[in-house]
T-cell receptor, first 115, second 113 residues
Framework: EPEVTQTPSHQVTQMGQEVILRCVPI?????FYWYRQILGQKVEFLVS????????KSEIFDDQFSVERPDGSNFTLKIRSTKLEDSAMYFC?????????????FGDGTRLSIL | AQSVTQLGSHVSVSEGALVLLRCNYS??????LFWYVQYPNQGLQLLLK??????LVKGINGFEAEFKKSETSFHLTKPSAHMSDAAEYFC???????????FGGGTRLMVKP
């Protein structure tokens, strides 16, 4: 069964550094998402992306964050000037379409640790 | 804004016992609801979804959930727990635009032998 794959599984970065989290969505999916889960807290929506544009974003997704689909297969989340509070598990998801009949499929996540 | 609340951050059952994980929603319009499961060191896997076609929804691994509008609930059940069901379970609601999931706090299910 096709899967969403995320790399790396664990990223350790010094505070203030930039980090790029990578995702390969399922190949025939057109909608892409990032979520995060701070340890012990809820899974939180960050952003959705379609047709090379952000279609929805949360308050968390400020100027520090950006997303990109640099080629036909990857979907990346960039965090500039990381802060301690950015430490979390980041999940990428993709779906073929939008709505209740096109569920989002999640990757295994990247654990980001900011030192 | 739509939201979901999961009562009980931890639930412990014996193997073979009934599993009941609670989820209540808040929505001004008919919601689209999902249950996801997260096994250790893995991502979120879709268990089942409610799309208004039927109030009783069957999912994978023997789980099912019933949508009750009068109670604003979408509780997840399984008649007989198995050790492999030990995981964290998340209830989620989809926004009207269909592009954002809002998750509950999660319930960690423990299964005792």
């Amino acid at each position: 069964e096709p899967e969403v794959t995320q790399t790396p599984s664990h990223q350790v970065t010094q505070m203030g550094q930039e980090v790029i989290l990578r995702c390969v969505p399922i190949s025939n999916h057109l909608y892409f998402y990032w979520y995060r889960q701070i340890l012990g807290q809820k899974v939180e929506f960050l952003v959705s992306f379609y047709n090379n544009e952000i279609s929805e974003k949360s308050e968390i997704f400020d100027d520090q964050f950006s997303v990109e689909r640099p080629d036909g297969s990857n979907f990346t989340l960039k965090i500039r000037s990381t802060k301690l509070e950015d430490s979390a598990m980041y999940f990428c998801a993709s779906s073929r379409g939008q709505g209740e009949y096109q569920p989002q499929h999640f990757g295994d996540g990247t654990r980001l640790s900011i030192l | 804004a739509q939201s979901v609340t999961q009562l009980g951050s931890h639930v412990s059952v014996s193997e073979g016992a009934l599993v009941l994980l609670r989820c209540n929603y808040s929505s001004s319009v008919p919601p689209y609801l999902f249950w996801y499961v997260q096994y250790p060191n893995q991502g979120l896997q879709l268990l089942l979804k409610y799309t208004s076609a039927a109030t009783l929804v069957k999912g994978i691994n023997g789980f099912e959930a019933e949508f009750k509008k009068s109670e604003t609930s979408f509780h997840l059940t399984k008649p007989s727990a198995h050790m492999s069901d030990a995981a964290e379970y998340f209830c989620a609601v989809l926004n009207n635009a269909g592009n954002m999931l809002t998750f509950g706090g999660g319930t960690r299910l423990m299964v005792k032998p």
